[in-house]
Structures are given as C-alpha cells and as structure tokens.
C-alpha cells in the first residue's frame, strides 16, 4: 500500500467522524445564533433540545429551569409526552436533575435505573430510558438549571461525549441569559409605554373635563340670567364634550373585550348605508360630506355586526375629525367584490391632509395618535383587532402631502376556517 493511502475501513472511520465532526460544529454553530434572538425563550429551548439530539445522537433531551419557587420545572423536552412541559418539576437535590443542580457536577451514568437517586418522572416513555447524562446551566457563579440527555439502552459515555455536553451547556446558558435579558428589556420598554399610555388618556380626560366645565358654567349664567341662548351654548359644548368621552370608553371596551366574534351572516352595503345616515348630522355640523360607492354584487358576507360597526364607524368619524375645519370635506366608503379572491375590500378615503410616510407604521400601534391631546391612540390599534379577528386585514395606503389618508380593510365572505382570536391575545 503506498503511503498516504487508506483502507477501505480506515476510509470509512474518517468520513464517519469528519460527518460526526460537520454535525457537532454545525450544531453550535445553531445554537450561538440564538445568542440576541428576538425569538420567545421558550420557542429557542425546543429548537435548542432538537439540535441538541441531534449533536449528541440521543433520542431524549430535556432542560429544566428553576422557577420562582426554587423548583426545577421541565422547560423544553424532545422524546417525552408533551403535556409534562411545564408540569414535571424537581426540588433542589430531588432526583437526579435536583441532585446536579444542588452540586453542581456533571452526571453521566450507563443505566440510571439503578442510581439510588434517581426518581423517574410519569412518563411511560422515560422508563424505556437506560443512559443518562446530565449537566447544570451555568451563569457565572449562579445554576440557573439542568440539561439531560438520554438513551434507551445502556451507554458508557466517553469523555469527549461529556466534554461536548458540557460546551453545549455552557452555550445554552448564555442564551437563556440573553433571551431574558431581552424580555426583561421588552418588559420595561412596555411598562414605559404604559405609563405614557396612561399619561396621555389622563390629559386627555383632564382636557375634556376643562371643556365641560366652561359649558357648566354658560348654562349656569343662562340660567340664571334666564338667558336661553347662552345655556343653549352651554349645552352644546356639553354634549361635545360627552362624545368625546364615550368614543374613549368605548375604544377602550373595544380593544380590551374578551369575547370571540360572533359571526353570522350581515348585509355589508346595508350595513355602511345606515352608518352613513346616523352620521349625517354631525358631517352637516363638521362640514363634511360622507359619501359611499357600493359594489351590488355583494350580497352577505360572516361579522359580528356590532363590533364590526364600531370599528368602521371609528375609521369613518377619524377621517371626518382630520379634515381642516373651513375645507369642504370629503369621506368616501367604498366595497368592492374581489375578483378570483374569496374576499371584499373596504376603503375609506378622506380629503385631510394625510399621514406622513414616516408615520403610516406606526398609525396601528396602541396609544400612538397623531391629534396630540385630542386623540388617545386606541381607536385605530381597536379597529385591526377587530378586523383581525373577523380573518381579515387592515392596511393603510401611501400617500402624498394633502392627497388624504386611503384605509383599505380585505374580508373573507365565508366564515374564516379559524377565526384569530386576536381579542384573547396580546398586543
């Protein structure tokens, strides 16, 4: 045989290892992209337990984590029943997983069944399991948990195997350590937003409160100096400022209801032509002109009507409310059945002054709002929920300075097969 020649088995060792090799560094190649991941924690430990696996050529992987209680709780799993995600736990020094975290040594036994610690969980497919090794999840001086990996039959591990395991473990420690991080730093930035939130609906309460009472007081002085135009005034601003007031709480109900949409057959253009004429007096008031272009060919499409209404009635009075008082306003409804597509398409145009391009990503957002004092913010992020849940979407078109804002919302006519239960959700 020349030199630097191999045998056919020698041949066959080197391409089996150099593959082993490929998986192993492939693997945690894996598993550090996670490291600033803007992916849920608990998303990243199922991905992390089947690559793991597959590192180690196991069939079971798990990864427990101390809760608040001090109780290692199995997090993520591959190889067991689902339903012990979140409800299998050990105490500290409590089976196996219990005793490596309360030391934190690194475990690695041929037949775990016969360790007088070892406590199986109630799994009938964890008593299949033979080999078992076990590692804790460090951060610096702190275990903040344990990662096992296990076979059916009985293994010796060797130590590259335990020296593998253990790096695997020190990766995914620094994961969960950045994945928390960045939780803790959504955390806040949504606290803070909430304290703007509430910020901003004090003042606008406060501002409404101020407007009413200067209509108290002209109704108190017509009254008392039996001047009827003047309480009439008064009134008058009253009833302005009640308006204002119930459109906030009804947002709020809105956004914050709980409740599935209950879906039955509606008249959709009958539906936009009663919003329209309920609207006629306060467009007459704001000088504005609310107008609909109907397709006939749509007949009844699945809403719930009653929250449906509010949410279009909430994009037709914002488009009423943006045009400049002194211009001659416009606002259109439109529906169109879409050609091919098991769906229409309302719009609601308006003559206004429009949305910046910077600003249209934002316009959905709970609590961001381009009227200052006078808006809330919960209007438009109500009205997508709402869409949203009936299996529709709501978009807002591009456009240029003064052309006006142009809302487009796409419905299914049919019962969506599964409705988003956008209104159980989070924001």
């Known amino acids: 045989m020349l030199a630097g020649e191999r045998t056919?088995?020698?041949?066959?060792s080197f391409l089996s290892d150099h593959a082993r090799m490929h998986r192993v560094l492939e693997g945690l190649l894996e598993i550090s992209n996670f490291v600033g991941s803007v992916m849920l924690l608990d998303d990243i430990l199922d991905r992390i337990v089947k690559?793991?696996?597959r590192m180690?050529?196991?069939?079971?992987?798990?990864?427990?984590?101390?809760?608040?209680?001090?109780?290692?709780?199995?997090?993520s799993n591959l190889g067991f029943e689902p339903e012990l995600i979140g409800n299998a736990s050990f105490a500290r020094r409590e089976g196996l997983p219990g005793w490596v975290a309360a030391t934190g040594d690194i475990l690695a036994l041929e037949d775990a069944t016969r360790d007088p610690r070892y406590a199986p969980l109630p799994s009938v497919l964890?008593?299949?399991?033979?080999?078992?090794?076990?590692?804790?999840?460090?951060?610096?001086?702190?275990?903040?948990?344990?990662?096992?990996?296990?076979?059916?039959?009985?293994h010796f591990f060797t130590h590259d195997e335990i020296i593998l395991f253990e790096n695997i473990c020190k990766q995914v420690a620094i994961v969960i350590e950045k994945a928390r991080m960045y939780e803790q730093k959504i955390q806040a930035e949504r606290l803070a937003a909430v304290a703007v939130s509430l910020s901003g609906v004090a003042h606008y309460i406060k501002n409404v409160l101020l407007t009413m009472q200067g209509g108290e007081y002209l109704v108190e002085q017509g009254l008392t100096l039996k001047n009827?135009?003047?309480?009439?005034?008064?009134w008058d601003v009253l009833?302005?400022?009640?308006?204002?007031?119930?459109?906030?709480?009804?947002?709020?109900?809105?956004?914050c209801r709980q409740t599935e949409p209950n879906l039955r057959e509606v008249h959709l253009n009958s539906m936009i032509r009663d919003m329209v004429r309920s609207?006629?007096?306060?467009?007459?008031?704001?000088?504005?002109?609310?107008?609909?272009?109907?397709?006939?060919?749509i007949e009844a499409i699945w809403l719930d009507p009653e929250i449906f209404y509010d949410a279009l009635l909430n994009l037709v009075v914002n488009a009423m409310e943006a045009i400049p008082e002194g211009r001659e306003g416009r606002v259109q409804i439109k529906t169109t059945r879409l050609s091919g597509r098991n769906q229409v398409l309302i719009e609601v145009l308006d003559n206004g002054p429009g949305i910046p391009e910077e600003l249209v990503g934002k316009m959905f957002n709970l609590f961001f709002t381009t009227k200052g004092k006078?808006?809330?913010?919960?209007?438009?992020?109500?009205?997508?929920?709402?869409?949203?849940?009936?299996?529709?979407?709501?978009?807002?078109?591009?456009?240029?300075?003064?052309?006006?804002?142009?809302?487009?919302?796409?419905?299914?006519?049919?019962?969506?097969?599964?409705v988003n239960h956008a209104f159980n959700g989070e924001v």
């Open 8 to 12: 056919e088995l020698e041949q066959t």
């Open 51 to 53: 690559i793991t696996g």
């Open 56 to 75: 180690m050529s196991v069939p079971v992987c798990s990864i427990y984590l101390f809760d608040e209680q001090e109780r290692l709780v199995l997090r």
């Open 126 to 154: 964890e008593r299949r399991c033979r080999a078992y090794l076990c590692a804790p999840l460090r951060i610096q001086e702190d275990i903040i948990g344990v990662m096992t990996a296990r076979k059916h039959e009985d």
């Open 228 to 234: 009827l135009e003047r309480a009439g005034e008064g």
């Open 239 to 255: 009833k302005r400022s009640s308006r204002r007031i119930r459109k906030l709480v009804e947002n709020i109900l809105n956004y």
């Open 279 to 297: 609207l006629r007096d306060t467009a007459r008031e704001r000088g504005v002109r609310v107008q609909h272009a109907l397709d006939d060919s």
């Open 374 to 418: 006078k808006g809330t913010g919960i209007g438009l992020a109500s009205a997508r929920k709402t869409v949203e849940a009936h299996g529709g979407t709501i978009e807002l078109a591009p456009s240029t300075p003064e052309e006006g804002a142009h809302f487009l919302i796409y419905l299914p006519i049919n019962p969506p097969e599964a």
